[in-house]
């Protein structure tokens, strides 16, 4: 079974960065799609950003040109670079994955959750 864990969260001032880390471990598919979720207090979970087994990425549009996801297959890890960082930004931060498919998993798709990470942008 496929185990991903969530790092690199933090208090950072609005206009900093971050950079959060998915590791997989256990069985893992040179087919994937792995995204990026997050949830702040109150609100609905939403896709951030995912990355796919062809090296294609996607954004949500409250993200484009701040956030940059990358992978690196010899580690088993995505990344998720965080730029311009907003008070809004501020939530738990998950990775899901959907391994077998080059397609990204929706919320509805993904049974078991990890513990995330939290990320609090605030001065």
């Known amino acids: 079974q496929v185990q991903l864990v969530e790092s690199g969260g933090g208090l950072v001032q609005p206009g900093g960065s971050l950079r959060l880390s998915c590791a997989a471990s256990?069985?893992?598919?040179?087919?994937?799609?792995i995204n990026w979720f997050r949830q702040a207090p109150g609100k609905e979970r939403e896709g951030v950003s995912c990355?796919?087994?062809?090296?294609?990425?996607s954004y949500a549009d409250s993200v484009k040109g701040r956030f940059t996801i990358s992978r690196d297959n010899a580690k088993n890890t995505v990344y998720l670079q965080m730029n311009s960082l907003k008070p809004e930004d501020t939530a738990v931060y998950y990775c899901?994955?959907?391994?077998?498919?080059?397609?990204?998993?929706?919320?509805?798709?993904?049974?078991?959750w990890g513990q995330g990470t939290q990320v609090t942008v605030s001065s």
């Open positions: 990355i796919r087994s062809d090296g294609s990425t």
């Open positions: 256990g069985f893992t598919s040179d087919y994937y799609g």
């Open positions: 899901a994955a959907r391994w077998g498919t080059r397609i990204c998993p929706t919320k509805y798709d993904i049974k078991s």
